[in-house]
């Protein structure tokens, strides 16, 4: 892990200086390999014992969701990562050999995407929102504290690095985030993609030390909090088979008195939308 010497100002330019595909991702093997390998990012181990009997299993019921199997490549993607915390190049392979891409055909979409993640991620995955409204209702400052906190003053933790050995209870990757869509809560931060509005620095640090020692805080709404991986394999759409128990795992309030509050004054008021009806349709050249 490569820490900055100072605390770099959170946002695109933090991301430029410590985001880890600057510095060793395996889509550029060619290019830099020693530091790919260095890092761990390339295992050695054979891909059969990565992706057991069970992932293959997933992986079909994944392709037969779809009448094309290339369309299956973002769930599927997920799916590795639900099984090794993030897309390995041994990932990048069994997609590639279950839906008849080239491994290139792959990479190109893991890597376009943030929330495929190409270092092993910690148990928890915390994404503070440093985008413009965020920001300045303190967002900055939330992000800046997470980094000493879970770094130090001297090796502040950067974007997309970990404390802790990622994977092994407790672990935590720090990561910002450009706007996740809750201006209206904000500044918000998300742990595993759940979301914790209203934030403070001190708020934010009671929550990371609460999963450094084993709990899981609940959400300020949506559903309870897993784990990365657990996440994953939702996100690959795989949930519990009884009801109950699928239920308590993805149902909780996801809608917030800000959210609904401009729709609560236009019922008051009797305002409507005009409908889809009275709007004309603008002028299209025909080509
Ligand atoms: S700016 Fe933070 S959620 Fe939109």
């Not at 890597?111 to 270092?119: L, S």
Request: aromatic letters at 6%; proline letters at 8%; a negative charge.
């Amino acid at each position: 892990m490569t820490h900055p010497t100072a605390v770099p100002e959170p946002g695109p330019h933090d991301a430029k200086t410590t985001h880890a595909a600057a510095g060793g991702d395996t889509d550029v093997v060619g290019i830099a390999p020693e530091p790919a390998v260095a890092e761990g990012i390339l295992a050695d181990a054979p891909a059969a014992d990565i992706f057991d009997a069970d992932t293959e299993r997933q992986a079909k019921e994944i392709i037969a969701r779809y009448p094309v199997s290339r369309s299956a490549l973002l769930p599927m993607l997920h799916l590795v990562q639900s099984v090794q915390g993030y897309v390995s190049q041994e990932g990048i392979g069994f997609c590639a050999r279950q839906l008849d891409l080239t491994d290139a055909e792959v990479s190109a979409v893991a890597t376009f995407y943030t929330m495929y993640k190409r270092r092993p991620c910690g148990e928890h995955l915390v994404s503070v929102c440093t985008n413009t409204l965020c920001a300045a209702l303190g967002g900055d400052d939330i992000y800046r504290k997470l980094q000493t906190h879970l770094g130090s003053a001297e090796s502040p933790l950067g974007h997309e690095e970990t404390a802790g050995t990622p994977g092994e209870p407790g672990s935590i990757t720090l990561e910002h985030a450009e706007c996740l869509a809750a201006c209206d809560l904000g500044p918000v931060l998300q742990v595993n993609y759940e979301y914790f509005d209203n934030q403070t620095p001190e708020k934010a640090v009671e929550l990371v030390d609460a999963l450094r020692a084993g709990t899981k805080p609940a959400p300020t709404r949506g559903a309870p909090l897993s784990d990365f991986k657990g996440a994953e394999l939702q996100l690959a759409g795989f949930f519990p088979d009884d009801e109950a128990t699928y239920r308590g795992d993805v149902d909780g309030p996801s809608q917030a008195v800000e959210t609904l509050r401009g729709a609560q004054i236009a019922t008051d008021r009797g305002w409507s939308a005009p409908g889809a009806q009275d709007v004309p349709l603008p002028e299209v050249e025909k080509k």
